[in-house]
């Protein structure tokens, strides 16, 4: 395992802690790195002028049954791959044939934005229950590596 994967995993960690889901198992951080250097990084939490999870003292998904893995719109939550991607954009930083490390598997949704966004590798620390994204992945040429692997 490089020592830069681990140095940018360990961060997303940290970087998740920063959520606002009201989920701790849900802590989601993300960072795109291009040349060992961080271009942009994100955690999921709700956008902004839009009250969290916590703040409103529930899970909406929880609330109404919704099984993790399915029916991700139904979420106050900018997942932390979207809110890195965006960041990027604010700031005017391409991620053309950039890295993602993310500390959970992408979802479909995300995983359509990490794609058309032109990153071309990501390497992810859990894992999701989403089969098709990782279909996704593999038909975009989009390197994706669980990190447990790299090491």
Request: aromatic content about 8%; charged content about 25%.
């Amino acid at each position: 395992m490089d020592k830069w994967d681990k140095r940018f995993m360990d961060m997303t960690e940290h970087i998740g802690s920063w959520s606002s889901c009201y989920k701790e198992d849900r802590h989601v951080g993300a960072i795109i790195v291009r040349n060992k250097r961080i271009i942009a990084t994100g955690y999921n939490g709700a956008p902004q002028g839009i009250k969290s999870c916590v703040d409103k003292g529930e899970c909406l998904r929880q609330k109404l049954g919704i099984p993790s893995g399915t029916m991700q719109e139904i979420c106050y939550a900018v997942h932390a791959e979207q809110n890195a991607i965006i960041q990027a954009a604010r700031v005017g930083s391409s991620v053309e044939g950039c890295t993602l490390y993310c500390t959970h598997q992408p979802c479909v949704i995300c995983a359509k934005i990490i794609i058309n966004s032109g990153i071309s590798r990501v390497v992810y620390k859990e894992g999701y229950p989403d089969k098709f994204s990782m279909q996704l992945f593999k038909e975009a040429n989009v390197l994706i590596q669980k990190y447990s692997d790299l090491e």
